[in-house]
């Protein structure tokens, strides 16, 4: 079975510029996430979607970050426009559901997009 | 201030030797405790996941233990290889979905 696909892997731009960073999830899963991850650090939750829903964006900072969910399978993650603190690994997971305990919310990561602005 | 602190930083070890990383956590009540590996360029990969009512976990040649009363989870890995070689991340979940994580201990393994 498929994991979490990404892309792309890396992607190099200068600031102002647009990007756009794109997820598909294991088969099945209806819940979505987006994390960044800076150097050293562990991941923080940027937005979650239950399907289509985006359910939780209280840490996307909207005025330049924004991401759908249109069919409630694969999702886009964009910023616009991107500042050289962008720089960082975005992470897509995806999780059976948000609830229902250990197995059913865990959540399988993909494999990044390291995102570095010049 | 993060409520997940993870030590140490980073550790070296030779291959065949055993080490264990902290992670001491200020999140209560929790759902559970996760620790993950994280190789470079990778996303992070789930080892072990315990309830606040279990104590150890094992997953091949990794044991993790949780104290809920001291708020302390430690991951021990036995005979290293070198494919140990990354960071490993202790991950509070707060509920259902919202995890806190450390910020991960970097291990190499050298031959």
């Known amino acids: 079975e498929a994991g979490v696909v990404q892309s792309p892997r890396y992607k190099i731009i200068e600031k102002k510029q647009p990007v756009a960073f794109w997820c598909n999830p294991i088969?099945?899963?209806?819940?979505l996430y987006w994390y960044l991850q800076n150097l050293g650090q562990g991941p923080e939750l940027l937005i979650r979607?239950?399907?289509?829903?985006?359910?939780?964006d209280s840490q996307l900072p909207k005025d330049r970050f924004s991401a759908e969910r249109l069919k409630g399978v694969d999702s886009t993650l964009k910023i616009q426009p991107a500042e050289l603190g962008d720089s960082a690994v975005y992470l897509c997971?995806?999780?059976?559901?948000?609830?229902?305990?250990?197995?059913?919310?865990?959540?399988?990561f993909g494999p990044g997009t390291r995102l570095t602005v010049l | 201030k993060n409520q997940v602190e993870q030590s140490p930083q980073s550790l070296i070890i030779l291959e065949g030797k055993n080490c264990t990383l902290q992670?001491?956590?200020?999140?209560?009540?929790?759902?559970?405790l996760r620790w993950y590996k994280q190789d470079t360029g990778r996303g992070p990969v789930s080892l072990t996941i315990?309830?606040?009512?279990?104590n150890t976990k094992s997953n091949g040649r990794y044991t993790a233990t949780l104290d809920a009363d001291t708020k302390q989870s430690s991951l021990h890995i036995t005979a290293s290889q070198l494919s140990d070689s990354a960071s490993y991340i202790c991950?509070?979940?707060?509920?259902?979905?919202?995890?806190?994580f450390g910020a991960g201990t970097t291990v190499t393994v050298r031959a």
């Open positions: 997971a995806s999780s059976l559901a948000s609830g229902g305990g250990g197995f059913y919310n865990e959540q399988f």
């Open positions: 088969s099945g899963h209806n819940t």
């Open positions: 979607y239950e399907n289509e829903e985006a359910v939780d």
């Open positions: 992670c001491n956590y200020t999140v209560s009540p929790f759902s559970n």
């Open positions: 315990m309830t606040f009512s279990e």
């Open positions: 991950v509070v979940s707060l509920n259902d979905y919202k995890l806190s």
